[in-house]
């Protein structure tokens, strides 16, 4: 064991998660990947990380099933003893018009983008709370904050993250834990990668700064919430997102 910090980051094989797993795991904290469908991914990560001599695990979980979710804490802290910061991060997005989406998708957005952030948080909530210390992370999305069409129901479970941030937030303050979230613009991950090159062309023009965001964008914003610049920032949302939503 290592007096180190310890960082949980949901869906971290791929994306925007990776990167935040990868600038945690090199400034000086254990680090736990999850993944659910990226065993590969992961494992590379894993590989490329303790090859470097850094001190992460990796743990498969679907976080929309409440008894995973409680088991990837539980590994957590059977590991590092702690979870002093939990970046909920997974997420997925299907995009498709309201009028043609399935109660399935509906849900699946919901439980995944949405309910694994219950089930997580109040689980990691078990060992913050005694402690009277923690950082929670929520990635939420600028869609949660203007809306997307063709995206109602991601649009829906990331403004819903920023409601649960901000009264969560209110909540967990007296006991000394910040709840924030990232609601990034749009990112250079495989989430994007469907929109097709005319899209992510016109969408960059939008772009006040003139380019699609990187998922180390999000990971340095991560990380210095997650330190001592955080420590007086709590229930507030962060907009990475190159001045496209201002
Ligand atoms: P991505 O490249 O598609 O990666 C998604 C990650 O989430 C993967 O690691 C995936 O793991 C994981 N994941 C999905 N469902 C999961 C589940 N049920 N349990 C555990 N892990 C799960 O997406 P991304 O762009 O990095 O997105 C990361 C977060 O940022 C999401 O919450 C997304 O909504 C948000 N975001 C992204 C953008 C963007 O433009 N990219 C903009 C705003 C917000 P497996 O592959 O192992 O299943």
Redesign the pocket.
């Known amino acids: 064991m290592n007096n180190k910090k310890t960082a949980l980051i ?9 990167a935040i797993a990868i600038l945690f795991a090199r400034n000086n904290y254990n680090v736990v990947i ?5 065993e590969e991914k ?1 494992k590379e990560l894993y590989d490329e990380l303790t090859n470097e001599g850094l001190d992460v695990r990796i743990f498969k ?4 099933k409440p008894e995973e979710a409680n088991a990837l804490v539980n590994y957590t802290i059977g590991q590092f003893e702690n979870i002093d910061v939990l970046v909920n ?5 299907k995009p498709c018009m309201f009028t043609d989406m399935t109660y399935e998708q509906w849900n699946e957005t919901m439980s ?2 949405l309910n ?1 952030v219950f089930y997580v948080t109040k689980k990691a909530l078990q060992y913050m709370l005694p402690n009277c210390s923690g950082k929670i992370i929520n ?1 939420s ?2 869609w949660g904050l203007v809306g997307a069409a063709i995206e109602v129901d991601y649009s829906a479970s ?1 403004a819903a993250i920023i409601g649960l941030t901000k009264a969560l937030a209110k909540e967990l303050g007296p006991s000394n834990i910040n709840v924030n979230a990232i609601a ?4 250079n ?4 990668k469907g929109l097709g090159e005319e899209t992510m062309s016109m969408l960059k023009e939008e772009t006040p700064l003139m380019k699609i965001g990187q ?1 180390e964008d999000i990971a340095r914003c991560a990380l210095f919430l997650a330190g001592e610049g955080g420590d007086f920032i709590t229930g507030q949302v962060i907009s990475s997102n190159g001045g496209f939503v201002i």
């Open positions: 949901t869906g971290s094989s791929r994306g925007i998660g990776r999850n993944y659910n469908k990226s992961a979980a679907d976080v929309s991060n997974a997420g997925i997005s995944v983008n694994s990635i999305s600028m990331k990034p613009g749009v990112i991950t495989d989430m994007v998922p």
